[in-house]
């Protein structure tokens, strides 16, 4: 149990571009979801935390506004990186809690900016 | 939210049994204690998670002290398929919605 799912699992878009990444819990409902981003032999950065139908809360130092995250039902959250450049290319994970408050992760999204 | 510390780095041998402390002073009377696993290019996986004493679930032991200011993961006979990133994270579940801070986490060599 506890199954969270991304797509895509890979993506390579042009700069000024921008690039949607689904998370779905897919046998339980998140009431939570939170983002992730990961760049090579770091840690997780936690970006933001989202509450289904509410506004998203972004930590510190993460643009809201090139971030956009959408946690419109229990079960899917997307992160849009709108205007991507080569800087944010990086390895973005979802993770969902819910009734067990225990978080659970996605497998994650590569994202290229060329 | 509590900071942890981690070694940086273990090596061990297949077989053997592995044991990860992690130091958090500064935990809260609320805070759980929840390790996960992550392989390259993976998203981290949930191993274990609890609140004092010891928990045991089919992949590994958790122990923590009665002062609860640190915690031991322990893996019995591990495997190479156990060499991986393991990160130790304190944070109440039922606040700010069980928001977690990563740290540095420890990666595992287990080498044959």
């Known amino acids: 149990g506890a199954v969270v799912s991304q797509h895509p699992s890979r993506v390579i878009c042009k700069s000024g571009t921008s690039v949607k990444i689904e998370c779905r819990s897919l046998?339980?409902?998140?009431?939570?979801m939170f983002w992730y981003r990961q760049f090579p032999k770091q840690s997780l950065m936690l970006m933001a935390t989202?509450?289904?139908?509410?506004?998203?809360?972004?930590e510190q130092g993460v643009e809201k506004d090139k971030f956009l995250i959408n946690h419109a039902s229990l079960t899917l959250s997307t992160l849009t990186v709108t205007s991507a450049h080569p800087e944010d290319s990086s390895f973005y994970i979802c993770?969902?809690?819910?009734?067990?408050?225990?978080?659970?992760f996605g497998p994650g999204t590569r994202l290229t900016v060329l | 939210l509590a900071k942890t510390t981690q070694p940086i780095s273990m090596d061990s041998y297949e077989g053997q049994e592995v044991n990860i402390t992690c130091s958090h002073n500064n935990i809260a009377t609320n805070d759980y204690i929840t390790w996960y696993q992550q392989f390259p290019s993976q998203g981290p996986r949930f191993i274990i998670q609890?609140?004092?004493t010891k928990v045991t679930n089919e992949v590994a032991s958790l122990f923590i002290p009665a002062d609860r200011k640190s915690s031991t993961l322990s893996l019995p006979r591990v495997s190479l398929s156990d060499t991986a990133v393991y990160y130790c994270l304190v944070g109440d579940p039922y606040n700010q919605g069980g928001k977690l801070i990563f740290g540095q986490g420890t990666e595992l060599s287990v080498k044959p």
């Open positions: 989202s509450n289904e139908g509410s506004k998203a809360t972004y």
């Open positions: 993770a969902g809690s819910g009734s067990t408050d225990t978080q659970y």
């Open positions: 609890g609140y004092k």
């Open positions: 046998d339980f409902q998140a009431t939570t």
